[in-house]
T-cell receptor, first 114, second 107 residues
């Protein structure tokens, strides 16, 4: 596609429910990032893939968060047993290597946990 | 301490004013630096890259001071349409963002 595509755009989950957020990066983009952005805050780094390899997952806040990119293109961020503090926008971004090139963001998946 | 820290803001300025944002970073091995603009309920979009020699794009000037681990963004002749949150971003092993500085330009 022309840009980074994320789905769902909006998700309301009941506390304790599992959610899966999908990111379809720009075609050919090797590097893929996930960020969490709470209201009034900047994007907080969660994890980074280069192709299918997850090179850094240091930002994942707990073992309830899991990300994968099995074929080096589409990525899924999974949150198990959601908590209210997980409510945020989850932004996916992609770039061609080298990573110093511009990264392009998707519109985000807005998660509200009730 | 966060890897990237910005002026907390908010900045409320009249049209035509000059406004400057600052950002500091903690990783001296950081390689590349950027300013992003984020409108309300939208994704961040690249405003400009920041080069060691400083660079200008119209009313916007970005500067980098590697010795002090500091980047800045200057906006001259502010327009109403400049109202947004400005995020600095620093590339080390991956891309890290500051918390953002909110700018409101008023008539």
């Amino acid at each position: 596609g022309a840009g980074v595509s994320q789905s769902p755009r909006y998700k309301v989950a009941k506390r304790g429910q599992d959610v899966a957020l999908r990111c379809d990066p720009i075609s050919g983009h090797v590097s893929l990032f996930w960020y969490q952005q709470a209201l009034g805050q900047g994007p907080e780094f969660l994890t980074y893939f280069q192709n299918e390899a997850q090179l850094d997952k240091s930002g994942l806040p707990s073992d309830r968060f899991f990300a994968e990119r099995p074929e080096g293109s589409v990525s899924t961020l999974k949150i198990q047993r959601t908590q209210q503090e997980d409510s945020a926008v989850y932004l996916c971004a992609s770039t061609l290597p080298p990573v110093g090139n511009t990264i392009y963001f998707g519109e985000g998946s807005w998660l509200t946990v009730v | 301490r966060k890897e990237v820290e910005q002026d907390p803001g908010p900045f409320n300025v009249p049209e035509g004013a000059t406004v400057a944002f600052n950002c500091t970073y903690s990783n001296s091995a950081s390689q590349s630096f950027f300013w992003y603009r984020q409108d309300c309920r939208k994704e961040p979009k690249l405003l400009m890259s920041v080069y060691s020699s400083g660079n200008e794009d119209g009313r916007f000037t970005a500067q980098l001071n590697r010795a002090s681990q500091y980047i800045s963004l200057l906006i001259r002749d502010s327009k109403l349409s400049d109202s947004a949150t400005y995020l600095c971003a620093v590339l080390s092993n991956d891309m890290r963002f500051g918390a953002g500085t909110r700018l409101t330009v008023k008539p």
